[in-house]
């Protein structure tokens, strides 16, 4: 999954919560030598690896119940609630480890996080 949200009807503006967080944990996870956007590098990396005839299908995951489909509205309220209530498992420990963020500063933080992806003007996904 590309971690990196993306937004189809530019509802999720670039100076969001949501985008700091994840340009903050995409410089963080690079100082400690992950690549956050490695997904998008798969295809790629099987083809150099000697696999013949890859095949890369994208799916998009939206982040709440904003889509008019129905399959995909449950799938949005899901993903929203494993985001919701995994963030402080996500998030709090490369932020005060590596970034240098007091405790109480990433709580605060993650509180408005939190507060945008319930927000379903808020139209967001993720790449699968």
């Known amino acids: 999954m590309h971690v990196i949200p993306t937004s189809p009807d530019n509802t999720l503006p670039p100076n969001s919560q949501i985008m700091e967080l994840y340009?903050?944990?995409?410089?963080v996870s690079q100082e400690v030598g992950l690549d956050l956007s490695v997904a998008?590098?798969?295809?790629?990396?099987?083809?150099?690896?000697?696999?013949?005839?890859v095949?890369?299908?994208?799916f998009d995951l939206p982040i709440g119940d904003w889509m008019s489909d129905r399959r995909m509205k449950?799938?949005?309220?899901?993903?929203?609630?494993?985001?919701?209530?995994?963030?402080?498992?996500?998030a709090?420990?490369?932020?005060?480890?590596?970034?240098g963020w007091t405790p109480t500063r990433v709580q605060v933080f993650l509180a408005g996080v939190r507060r945008e992806m319930r927000d379903r003007g808020v139209h967001c996904m993720y790449t699968l």
Do not use: C, P, W
Not at 23 to 27: A, D, F, I, Y
Not at 40 to 53: H, I, L, R, T, V
Not at 55 to 58: G, H, N, S, W
């Open 23 to 27: 340009t903050t944990l995409s410089e």
């Open 55 to 58: 095949v890369e299908e994208v």
């Open 92 to 99: 709090f420990g490369a932020l005060t480890r590596v970034a």
């Open 40 to 53: 998008q590098k798969y295809g790629s990396m099987m083809a150099n690896a000697g696999f013949e005839d």
């Open 74 to 90: 449950e799938v949005g309220t899901f993903q929203r609630f494993q985001m919701v209530e995994g963030l402080h498992g996500i």
